[in-house]
């Protein structure tokens, strides 16, 4: 083999083992990113459970009663 095509294909695999490297980081990054959305989307989510436990107990939503306008 030629020394020119030596060394390209060296400097290929260097590049290619540089950009499976940063996408390797990226890839952890973006997990990372992931599970604490997931965390706080679970946080989110209970907190609506319990407000919408909360609001059932105060009235029923088809209380008839609590639907009147506050002028009658």
Same mark, same amino acid.
């Given at each position: 083999?030629?020394?020119?095509? $030596? %060394?390209? !294909?060296? /400097? &290929? @695999?260097?590049?290619?083992?540089?950009?499976?490297? +940063?996408?390797?980081? *990226?890839?952890?990054?973006?997990?990372?990113? $992931? %599970?604490? !959305?997931? /965390? &706080? @989307?679970?946080?989110?989510?209970?907190?609506?459970? +319990?407000?919408?436990? *909360?609001?059932?107990?105060?009235?029923?939503?088809?209380?008839?009663?609590?639907? &009147?306008?506050?002028?009658?």
């Amino acid at each position: 083999m030629n020394d020119d095509i $030596i %060394e390209r !294909l060296e /400097l &290929r @695999l260097v590049w290619l083992e540089s950009a499976n490297q +940063e996408l390797s980081e *990226e890839l952890y990054r973006q997990q990372r990113e $992931i %599970e604490v !959305l997931r /965390l &706080r @989307l679970g946080k989110v989510q209970e907190r609506l459970d +319990e407000a919408l436990a *909360e609001a059932a107990e105060e009235h029923s939503p088809f209380d008839p009663a609590a639907e &009147r306008p506050p002028h009658y």
